[in-house]
């Protein structure tokens, strides 16, 4: 029997024996419903830490000195010293919010000249911890080892996965046009996410040789500026922090040269971020890690994982990063209802959050969540044959959400815990009662006039339903994987 039929079969299965099991209650609980039975096997890395402070490797290359030395202002300029400590302040984000960063920015951007500017930089890079400036160093070494580990299809573009990004770019499109919003606004929504590019960490741009000789590159720039500096330089902590970050200046750079379109800033990002469960959206790139939040050798699950991480990313361009293109009066409601949903969630969960989870300066993570389910939703239905179907896609998206490792309602930073905030996108969905008989005092039940309208305008219920004249090709997933197959794509070789 085909490999991918009698993983199919599995997942229809499995589904099957949720809906059978009567002490858990849809209706009550989706996410629990649904991930009580996750058995995945979540891909286990073994690499070295990123926040160790590893001694950088000497390359052998000498670096005569004639006696001449320059200052720290010659190794990076006042600009690019404060944007490489924001990039590498960002890995530190238990600590730190956007906030932080938005009054770095405002308060170095009042400083009138390079040398107060430089200064300000300072000031911050001194308060920085000395290991997060060798991150990027780090997870060049360990990119290395886990690639060494792992049987990974070898690509600069993996071919399948970005085909499946277009599709959800194209549906994102879609989505936009399909609403109340005006046609300028439309079209600056296209024109934005027509720009968007992704990186599927360890999948895309996976040669090792590569990375080995981009790691070469930054040893050979740390051991030179070094030569630069007079002893009394080097013997100052803050002369090996701006070592570093210009040498991981000059090596993402030379990175950016083999992987085009991208900023330095975003490839230290992805290449640090594959080491973790990440996904994010910078400045129009996305970068969506796969390996680290899946269980591979279930590939179903690992694509309706990414492409609801793909949903929610682009539905970033909305929220918060297209907000100037909505009406006020649009997203004051979306965010008023939405923060309701999630509280009231959040509120009525038998595992309660800890004191003080829930903020209104975060809705902005959660308004994806629901527009990317629903986008999704959409997506399902027109090619589902009937509502087993639909259904088997619902529970199939959030088998592949499932956290594992953690205590339910865990809180994460900036963010609202994913539990709660995924059974909002689940209780939004407008199809989500009558498919699984929910009623009124439910707690998963949503009036009608209690959808939340992100895009303004109203909820079209149609917009859901299974078309009379859909080819049967066993739902949405059996599509997907049949795609996968036409690409002969695989997660390992």
């Known amino acids: 029997m085909n490999f991918l039929l009698v993983l199919t079969l599995i997942v229809i299965i499995s589904v099957q024996s949720r809906q059978e099991n009567v002490s858990l209650d849809p209706c009550n609980d989706f996410y629990d419903y649904v991930c009580s039975n996750d058995t995945r096997s979540i891909t286990e890395l073994n690499f070295t830490s990123l926040f160790e402070d ?295 969960d038998a595992v309660k959050p800890i004191d003080g989870w829930f903020s209104e300066n975060i809705t902005h993570e959660d308004l994806p969540n629901l527009l990317g389910l629903r986008m999704v939703m959409k997506m399902v239905a027109r090619k589902s044959a009937n509502e087993e179907q639909l259904k088997n896609a619902l529970e199939t998206i959030l088998s592949g959400l499932c956290i594992q490792g953690k205590p339910k309602n865990s809180i994460l930073p900036n963010h609202h815990p994913f539990e709660i905030s995924i059974n909002t996108a689940v209780r939004q969905y407008p199809l989500f009662s009558s498919l699984y008989g929910c009623r009124l005092g439910d707690r998963m039940f949503a009036e009608p006039e209690k959808f939340c309208n992100p895009l303004g305008g109203d909820v079209n219920l149609e917009d859901y339903k299974i078309k009379n004249d859909t080819e049967d090709v066993g739902g949405f997933f059996n599509y997907i994987m049949d795609t996968a197959n036409a690409f002969n794509f695989s997660f390992t070789n």
């Open 54 to 348: 590893r001694e950088i490797l000497n390359p052998n290359i000498s670096f005569p000195n004639n006696g001449t030395y320059i200052t720290f202002d010659q190794i990076l300029s006042p600009y690019s010293l404060m944007m490489w400590y924001m990039v590498v302040k960002s890995m530190d984000t238990p600590t730190v919010g956007s906030e932080f960063f938005d009054e770095a920015t405002r308060e170095y951007a009042t400083k009138k000249n390079n040398s107060e500017k430089f200064s300000f930089a300072l000031e911050n890079l001194e308060n920085l911890n000395l290991t997060l400036t060798n991150v990027f160093y780090n997870s060049l070494y360990a990119n290395i080892e886990v690639l060494n580990q792992l049987n990974l299809p070898a690509s600069e573009e993996n071919e399948y996965l970005h085909h499946i990004f277009d599709l959800m770019k194209n549906n994102t499109i879609e989505e936009i046009w399909s609403s109340s919003l005006s046609n300028k606004s439309k079209k600056e929504f296209e024109k934005e996410l027509n720009k968007s590019k992704v990186i599927f960490g360890l999948l895309d741009y996976n040669n090792v040789t590569m990375l080995e000789e981009t790691k070469l590159i930054y040893e050979t720039e740390y051991y030179r500026l070094k030569s630069l500096l007079s002893s009394n330089d080097l013997d100052t902590e803050i002369a090996e922090k701006i070592i570093r970050l210009g040498a991981t200046d000059t090596a993402t750079k030379n990175l950016g040269k083999r992987i085009p379109g991208y900023t330095p800033q975003f490839l230290f990002s992805a290449f640090a971020s594959n080491m973790a469960n990440e996904a994010f959206n910078q400045n129009s790139n996305i970068y969506c890690g796969i390996v680290t939040r899946s269980d591979l050798q279930e590939p179903i699950l690992t694509i309706a994982d990414t492409i609801f991480v793909l949903a929610h990313e682009l539905m970033h361009f909305v929220y918060p990063f297209g907000i100037r293109l909505l009406p006020s009066n649009v997203t004051k409601a979306a965010n008023k209802c939405t923060q309701d949903e999630v509280k009231m969630m959040g509120d009525s």
